[in-house]
């Protein structure tokens, strides 16, 4: 990727980066209109939109109210403008409203514990197309967008990291295209491409809808499911339900159901118990434990903290929990620098019996049931925290076997959880590598960044241990490169990767 766009990305949480996307889609659309290459008139585009997305915030705001639930702005502008860009523009302003309230209202009514099942703009174009029989028509579907729907989608991808999801749903639905349409696809194969990408919403629904966090599954091999169960769905509603317009959304609210069945997540409302400074511009957070509250060392949450005027980044964040399921609490980590984001200052300002969400557990950075392996852990600065569950658990669950802590840090006081890994040392033998890139002449530990020497001499017969990589991408990316000349297998490095965490702030 190129890196002022990579440092874009970095920079932008997946909600604020999808938000960019929708108006850019929106522009594009108004600029195009211009042109005559759409039917619609610029000015229609623009007040269709400005309509249902304010009515989309305030039902979401008078819903939130009632039944006393979080609001989160971004949310529901983005779900206005998504409707914006399937409803046909300059819409009679009684079927804007209806759209807007059946989507707010989707997310409060279809729900489990506070997490809504279903994509909101899907089941409102749904109820409305059964109800009024007037739907979406997909109007964004213009081949002169397909170049912006591309581009700004890849982005998408490239940041939440569901590449295979979406591929696995294009290449599903395109198979079973082929079948239905007598093998045409190997006939004729551009024109088929074209006809069924180019000229169909499949695009914009696969980059805006199919991936809605909330609504899809959060494992990579359920995701995998997911895009084959919508696809086939999808195709199984086109050929039996002919002439039923809103197949796609109906598909789609299926996949909704499929994933809830696989990883029923809900959410979660913690109360703080305790906050404490434990280094330089870090602090644990510890939260009482839900009975619903099941996770495993290395997965992380999405935090949830609402509070005034919120910066570009939004009022939600993904954070590691940095507690073993052995405890019983939930603690988070987090380094926050004195000018650090309004949610950060919002986190250090909560007191003892403070509330905050938590809700879409997930990650696959988690220790193996494989008795062969033994581990060789790898730090940068904050990215410790998974690193901190994981040893935790193993100390409680009396684990007998070889583990390897290459941890880096700037300075001696930005080191954390160091009677964790002591303890660890001497109930099974952990070996904690510490190293300063800043090290002062008094340090008597490693000195320097993390490298192929470092990790030859401090890991023996490295080649056949399992790799756990956590820190900033560029570093993460940096010791994965490093690992891979030096000879170790893929399948045998493991990285932490969720949306949002090199989020510097």
């Given amino acids: 990727m190129i890196p002022f766009i990579d440092a874009f990305l970095n920079r932008v949480t997946m909600y604020r ?58 949310s529901s502008l983005i779900t206005g403008l998504i409707l914006a860009l399937l409803v046909d523009p300059g819409s009679k302003f009684i079927f804007l409203l209806l759209m807007a309230l059946l989507a707010m209202s989707s997310k409060y009514l279809i729900s489990v514990r506070g997490r809504h099942i279903l994509n909101p703009a899907a089941f409102a174009a749904l109820v409305a197309a059964l109800s009024v029989g007037q739907g979406s028509s997909w109007w964004v579907n213009n081949p002169m967008m397909a170049p912006f729907i591309i581009l700004g989608g890849l982005l998408i991808l490239h940041k939440i990291r569901r590449f295979q999801m979406v591929a696995i749903f294009l290449v599903t639905y395109l198979l079973l295209a082929g079948i239905v349409e007598r093998m045409e696809i190997l006939e004729r194969p551009l024109s088929t491409l074209t006809d069924s990408l180019i000229n169909s919403p499949i695009l914009f629904f696969s980059f805006v809808m199919l991936v809605e966090p909330l609504t899809s599954p959060t494992k990579r091999i359920f995701q995998l499911y997911y895009g084959a169960v919508v696809a086939l769905s999808y195709m199984m509603f086109q050929t039996r339900l002919v002439g039923f317009a809103p197949t796609l959304e109906l598909a789609l609210l299926t996949g909704n159901l499929f ?23 870090i602090f644990n957070f510890t939260f009482e434990k839900e009975d619903t ?11 949830t903290l609402p509070h005034q005027s919120p910066d570009s980044r939004g009022n939600r964040r993904f954070f590691t929990i940095s507690s073993s399921p052995t405890e019983k609490f ?13 949610f950060k200052r919002a986190l250090l300002n909560l007191r003892p019996g403070d509330t905050i969400n938590a809700s879409n557990l997930a990650g696959e950075f988690t220790l193996l049931n494989d008795p062969q392996k033994e581990y060789v852990f790898i730090a940068g600065g904050i990215g410790i925290t998974p690193f901190r569950s994981m040893i935790k658990y193993l100390l409680d669950k009396k684990f ?106």
């Fill in 17 to 74: 980066l999808m938000l960019y996307y929708l108006l850019f889609l929106l522009i594009a659309a108004v600029i195009l209109s211009f042109f005559s290459t759409t039917p619609y008139k610029p000015l229609d585009i623009l007040l269709s939109a400005t309509i249902l997305t304010f009515l989309s915030y305030v039902t979401n705001k008078i819903l939130a109210w009632m039944f006393n639930a979080v609001t989160n702005t971004e």
């Fill in 330 to 342: 939930i603690m988070l980590t987090v380094k926050i620098y004195k000018n650090g984001s309004t």
């Fill in 400 to 505: 007998s076997k070889e583990v390897t802590l290459l941890y880096s840090n700037k300075s001696k006081d930005e080191i954390v959880f160091k009677e964790i890994f002591d303890s660890a040392k001497k109930a099974f033998g952990l070996k904690t590598v510490y190293t300063l890139t800043d090290a002062l002449p008094n340090w008597k530990g490693r000195k320097g960044y993390i490298n192929e020497k470092m990790i030859k001499q401090e890991v023996l017969n490295y080649k056949g241990k399992l790799f756990y990589l956590s820190g900033p991408q560029p570093m993460v990316q940096s010791f994965e490169k490093i690992l891979k000349n030096m000879g170790v297998s893929r399948k045998n490095i493991k990285v932490d990767y969720f949306p949002g965490y090199d989020l510097p702030a």
């Fill in 259 to 281: 994933s809830y069945l696989l990883n029923p997540q809900i959410r979660m409302v913690l109360k703080l118990k305790e906050k404490q400074k434990i280094a330089r511009d």
């Fill in 293 to 303: 509250s099941n996770f495993m060392s290395g997965q992380f949450l999405e935090w």
